[in-house]
């Protein structure tokens, strides 16, 4: 469980996340939804210690991690634009997280094999990041944050350079692995189809705060207010 409490983070006098609260369970798959500007990201990042909140409590698993470093964390992380190494194949990007933590090799290979054929990716071990295509890249880059068995994982617009069709075949894919491998999730989107068809939780952002989290039934039967209703009916 991701506990997150009073949160505040300034930029001069504007609020970025003008006290946020939020309970993540472990296990969800949970969607950060909002227009662009509403504070997903900065609430993703605060809960990897990328940001320094001004105020508030974030907690991971019972533990408060609020000054922790986000390698303390134990955290995957994927991000809209890859960051891959291009002088490893496939495989050895996979494998890398695994091998500076020295584990033993029979381990590695096993877990390599098995993230790479949930993700589908068995028959491109060998190839380079370049000789992929964007949402395969993603793939791999889902794997990677995976390998390492972190307590979370945390997604930022991962799909959102990449045209509709392999969007949607991503979030595919990401369910998927998500009901293979039961890791807390956490995706930021501003796409209301993509949070409602991945997610098994929603947690609605405006203007840095939470306006309502609830399953998606529970969004569309009872939204919290007009901006829930209005955000939710604009899908394209
Ligand atoms: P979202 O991910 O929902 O699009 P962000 O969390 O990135 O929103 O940003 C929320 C608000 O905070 C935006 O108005 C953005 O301009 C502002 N913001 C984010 N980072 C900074 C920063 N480093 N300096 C100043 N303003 C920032
Ligand atoms: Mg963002």
Known sequence: MITVTGARKN??????????????????????????????????????GLETLDDGIVRIGGDDVTGVTPQKRDIGFVFQHYAAFKHMTVRENVAFGLKIRKRPKTEINRRVDELLGIVGLDGFQQRYPAQLSGGQRQRMALARALAVDPKVLLLDEPFGALDAKVRADLRTWLRRLHDEVHVTTVLVTHDQEEALDVADRIAVMNRGRIEQVGTPQDLYDRPANDFVMSFLGSVS
């Open 11 to 48: 930029y001069g006098d504007f609020a970025a996340l003008d006290d946020v609260d939020i309970e993540i369970p472990s296990g969800s798959l949970t969607a950060l939804l909002g227009p662009s500007g509403s504070g997903k990201s900065t609430l993703l990042r605060s809960i990897a």
